[in-house]
């Protein structure tokens, strides 16, 4: 290693800057242990040399089981650029275990799958891989035709399965065909992927009872190393252990010194901390007061304005002179996490439910109807399927709801959980847009005394081991609905009050039958009698 000079840039990796003729750095990742072994043989300059190579992207790399090999060192990584780049199968060696093989195939994966206990005999497979990061929307912008056949493979319904939450990576599909593929085979796993890409995979094994054993997730600093914004991570998972288990730890890097969390799978959920999660499971119940999505329209340069000297200013600067009768204020999610709640914008709500034909604009709003007929072909090209078949200018997330008096909301965006009282301003009830969520309330009363519950120490505790803060949307529905308002007020001694305001029946709840709050905390549908001494106690909510 005469001339070549390695940096230490933390405990498990050293870096050797870029000189001469080579094209890109070079990292070698490696403990103190395997740093003095590398001083016994000459791979530290198999790593410069590959970093000469034409079309070298980024780093030559270097596993931890880096040595001597014939261009590339064992363990030697790198990635080519498809125009101007090389492929090398033989840039390690051509020694028996030591070389590869490039060659095309018809085989298919069930092919694959029926011989794949042939290849087990001896001792367990290892498979590494880093398949591609993007979304299934990704590749059919830019064109892609290699996709998995369509189908719900995620198992949403609904709403759900016609708008994002359906779009995966397409990293997600092959994991999971993957783990399917292996079972009943030992190997052990080492995958480079999105971290909530693992989340989701590990998900769809424990649910469908592969035979996972213990799983790790060890964070990796994207930004530093690939030069992309994303959180990433390496997923380590053993398979054919002979037993399944549903929890897996999260690691500060890739070794297994500092572990950050457990997360695991909780009554066909995912909670991001186990322990957390344990203390205050109590909270974990029904939703007796329904949390819905804010406006959609998919169209914010036309249905969103601001206002300028009693004009309505759009997202292209057109400026309107438009009927009250349909412009609401709007708040957004910048506006939610950031308690901005004097509404600046307004929108356009062409229907009080989905259901609502819209041509009655016409009648009741001759110039509303004429701004929208002027901007027919933005809204009619629409990509979202959500507004098939539906009426003519038609929006989403709207409903009876959408126009209660006040509302508990919350930004999904973003990591702080802030609950906000949303009350009216002008007459008019405020709108939030399809990126926060709410429950509606009588009044802002109410919604303060709900917001006040779901910020208090005890919520946050108990919302925090729910949520992923490095997912796309942090706060969701599905984490929202498991919060039981009846039992956060007895842990905040205001159950009287808080039966009081679920028992409104101008407001919905999730359920569809009436029940029946009793003070000794059971609940019974409406046909059952309630004893005349706890009577007084009671209360209905749908």
């Not at 780093?59 to 090398?88: K, N, Q, T």
């Not at 190997?187 to 999105?194: N, S, V």
């Not at 126009?403 to 919350?410: E, L, T």
Request: proline share 4%; hydrophobic share 40%.
């Amino acid at each position: 290693m005469s001339e070549i000079k390695l940096e230490k840039l933390d405990d498990n990796r050293l870096l050797l800057p870029q000189t001469g003729g080579m094209k890109v750095p070079g990292i070698i990742y490696a403990n103190e242990k395997i740093y003095q072994l590398l001083k016994g043989d000459e791979s530290a300059k198999q790593v410069a040399n590959v970093a000469h190579l034409p079309g070298i992207v980024n780093y030559s790399l270097a596993m931890p089981d880096v040595h001597w090999g014939y261009g590339f060192p064992i363990g030697g990584v790198a990635a080519f650029d498809l125009d101007g780049g090389i492929i090398s199968p033989g840039g390690v060696g051509y020694d028996i275990n030591c070389g590869c093989r490039l060659m095309t195939t018809n085989l298919t994966l069930g092919d694959i799958k029926a011989r794949l206990s042939d290849l087990t005999t001896a001792q367990p497979l290892l498979i590494i891989g880093n398949p591609p990061w993007i979304t299934n929307a990704g590749m059919g912008v830019i064109g892609g035709k290699n996709l998995p056949e369509k189908s719900n493979f995620q198992g949403h319904g609904g709403f759900a399965a016609k708008t994002g939450k359906a779009n995966f990576d397409i990293s997600e599909w092959m994991l999971m065909k993957l783990l399917e593929a292996l079972q009943g085979t030992r190997a052990t796993i080492a995958m480079l992927c999105k971290t909530a890409t693992a989340r989701k995979v590990l998900r769809h094994a424990w649910l469908n009872g592969f035979d996972v054993g213990p799983s790790s997730l060890h964070l990796i600093d994207a930004a530093a190393e690939f030069g992309v914004s994303v959180d990433a991570c390496l997923l380590y998972t053993h398979m054919g252990t002979g037993g399944t288990e549903s929890t897996a730890t999260v690691y500060r890097a890739l070794s297994f010194d500092e572990p950050l969390q457990t997360f695991g799978l909780f009554a066909g959920e995912l909670v991001s901390d186990i322990d957390a999660y344990r203390a205050l499971r109590d909270l974990d119940g029904l939703e007796y007061r329904k949390w819905r999505s804010g406006v959609k329209h998919d169209a914010v340069q036309v249905m969103e304005f601001t206002r300028d000297n009693g004009s309505f200013v759009n997202g292209l600067g057109e400026r309107y002179e438009l009927e009250e009768d349909y412009i609401f204020p709007l708040l957004k999610s910048s506006d939610l996490a950031n308690g901005r709640l004097r509404p600046k914008r307004f929108i356009l709500m062409t229907q009080h439910r989905v259901a609502d034909l819209t041509d009655k604009i016409q009648r009741n709003a001759p110039k509303t109807w004429r701004y929208l007929v002027d901007h027919a072909k933005q809204l009619d090209n629409r990509g979202s399927s959500i507004y098939a078949k539906r009426a003519q200018f038609a929006i989403f997330g709207v409903g009876d709801y959408s126009f209660s008096p006040a509302k508990v909301a919350i930004s999904g965006l973003y990591k702080n959980i802030n609950f906000q009282a949303v009350g009216s301003t002008g007459g008019k009830p405020i709108m939030v847009d399809d990126t926060c969520y709410f429950i509606p309330c009588d009044s802002k009363a109410e919604a303060e005394f709900f917001a006040d519950m779901l910020n208090s120490e005890t919520a946050q505790r108990f919302i925090s081991a729910l949520v992923f803060t490095d997912a796309k949307r942090p706060v969701t529905i599905d984490v929202l609905k498991r919060i039981d308002l009846k039992k956060l007020a007895e842990h905040a001694g205001q159950e009287t009050m808080a039966v009081e305001y679920l028992s409104s029946p101008s407001l919905e709840s999730s359920h569809q039958r009436l029940l029946v709050f009793e003070a000794r905390e059971e609940y019974r549908t409406k046909k059952s009698t309630v004893p005349s001494k706890t009577r007084r106690h009671a209360s209905q909510v749908r």
